[in-house]
């Protein structure tokens, strides 16, 4: 297949591409740079430096023998989603809208959209099946809910078959690439800092919460099986009638912020000190994702979401690029001046 990654300048988007390469994908790149890195491309492979509010651009993309669309382009924190849910909206819902209008025209009929838990909001039950109410509590869960609604309705008038992936937190790495953003909010990367003497400590937010230490229990996959998510879903979509699908992508259990914390310390061999704090508001005590339909009616597996090989590949990569992306060897490709408006991968 010929693949265009939207955000796949990105940590999920570069890490999918590489995926899609080694299943002997063709792929091509779009992604304005906004928080992705040029350098995060595999070699050899096409980036088209743009806006996903650019219809006709991304059209022209399409119609140049386009067979299948992966989009994991989005603003996503959190906080600023609350400040500005204006951008939330013109970036995630907006320009998706526009993606999907430029695919209609191109006549390319396959999309998976690499979407997130968070539009379930806070669970009534763990694990959180596909069928549980959404009802997100922040712009960010709110716009990519509304896109996928977008979606299912694109689905039903226009033949497409397309597959949204819900997940949690991501974590790991690959040999070329890993997490380098700015700011930093995931806490793998931030509890990395602290072992690489960058910070001080790490915060832990409440440990008074009804979970076996007191903290909050999260999920994580690994950044290879999401990929391998991305390339299964993707070959899903090349067959049968036109149809939208949602399915979870997690853990299962999940691990708790004081195990990823302990568990960083065995695989860094630093101290790593924490420092406990008060609750955020709104943080339930376990977030959790169920994968048995993806497993059932994917064939997915996460090979690599363990606890230990997900921090140990971060921390490989992290000591092998100790300024991520603006590492004097691969500087070079970052000198693109990106545009200004729009989303680049989470």
């Known amino acids: ?74 603003r996503s924190l959190v906080s600023e989603s609350m400040d500005d849910p204006g951008l939330y909206y013109r970036t995630n819902v ?21 979407s997130t838990s968070a539009v379930y909001g806070e669970p009534r039950r763990v694990p959180i099946a596909e069928a549980d109410r959404t009802e997100p509590i922040n712009p960010y869960g709110a716009t990519k809910l509304a896109f996928e609604g977008a979606m299912r309705w694109f689905c039903a008038a226009h033949d497409f078959r397309g597959i949204s992936l819900r997940y949690f937190n991501v974590a790991g790495a690959t040999e070329h690439n890993g997490e380098d953003h700015d700011p930093e909010t995931h806490l793998v990367p931030l509890v990395l800092r ?62 708790s912020v ?38 059932r009616e994917l064939g997915w597996q996460p090979h690599h979401s363990t606890l230990e090989r997900m921090l140990a590949d971060a921390w490989a990569w992290r000591t092998a690029h100790p300024n991520g992306y603006a590492d004097p060897a691969r500087a070079g490709s970052e000198a693109i001046d990106p545009p200004k408006v729009a989303a680049s991968a989470r």
Do not use: W
Not at 206 to 219: K, L, M, S, V
């Open 194 to 255: 602290v072992a690489a003497g960058e910070t001080t400590h790490v915060q832990i937010h409440g440990q008074d919460y009804p979970t076996p230490d007191g903290t909050c229990i999260r999920d994580f996959i690994h950044v290879r099986d999401l990929a391998n998510a991305h390339l299964l879903a993707l070959e899903a979509t090349g067959e049968g009638d036109p149809s939208f699908e949602v399915y979870n992508l997690g853990s299962a259990a999940g691990f």
């Open 94 to 114: 907006g320009g998706g809208v526009v993606l999907l209008e430029a695919m209609k025209r191109a006549g390319v009929p396959r999309l998976v959209f690499s």
């Open 258 to 295: 004081r195990e990823v914390v302990e568990s960083a310390r065995r695989v860094t061999g630093r101290p790593i000190p924490a420092r406990p704090v008060k609750r955020r508001s709104g943080d339930p005590p376990v977030l959790v994702a169920s994968s048995r339909r993806a497993r």
């Open 1 to 74: 297949m010929k693949l265009l990654v939207i955000g796949g300048a990105g940590y999920v988007g570069s890490t999918s591409v590489e995926r899609f390469l080694e299943a002997g994908h063709e792929v091509v790149v779009y992604d304005n740079l906004t928080s992705g890195h040029a350098a995060a491309v595999p070699d050899g492979v096409r980036l088209e430096v743009g806006d996903i509010a650019d219809g006709a651009r991304l059209e022209r993309l399409l119609r140049d023998g386009v067979d299948a669309v992966l989009h994991c382009a989005a």
